[in-house]
Nanobody, 119 residues
Framework: QVQLVESGGGLVQPGGSLRLSCAASGTIFSIYAMGWYRQAPGKQRELVATITSGGTTNYADSVKGRFTISRENGKNTMYLQMNSLSPEDTAVYYC?????????????WGQGTQVTVSS
């Protein structure tokens, strides 16, 4: 059984920073691409950033220059450093990973962590 657990969300003032973490656990043979997504109230879930196992990154235009995605392969952990936060960044943030277990490769999702940007 594989689990993804996010942490690091919370309330922050505009212009502030937060660092999200996503830890994968269970019977894991390999973790391929990983990513962060977010869903604001009344909106569809959207891509924030992705990172391959080799470290190639991709960002949504709305977060370029402000957010940084990274991962520690040896710890099966991914991060999202979020700087210069604005109220428009308020959402539930989800991590996603493509993981190989004993005989299956599939995408897994975390339960989400709330990020609220407000004064």
């Amino acid at each position: 059984q594989v689990q993804l657990v996010e942490s690091g969300g919370g309330l922050v003032q505009p212009g502030g920073s937060l660092r999200l973490s996503c830890a994968a656990s269970g019977t894991i043979f390999s973790i391929y691409a990983m990513g962060w997504y977010r869903q604001a109230p009344g909106k569809q879930r959207e891509l924030v950033a992705t990172i391959t196992s080799g470290g190639t990154t991709n960002y949504a235009d709305s977060v370029k220059g402000r957010f940084t995605i990274s991962r520690e392969n040896g710890k099966n952990t991914m991060y999202l450093q979020m700087n210069s936060l604005s109220p428009e960044d308020t959402a539930v943030y989800y991590c996603q990973a493509t993981i190989r277990t004993t005989d299956v490769i599939r995408r897994y999702w975390g339960q989400g962590t709330q990020v609220t940007v407000s004064s």
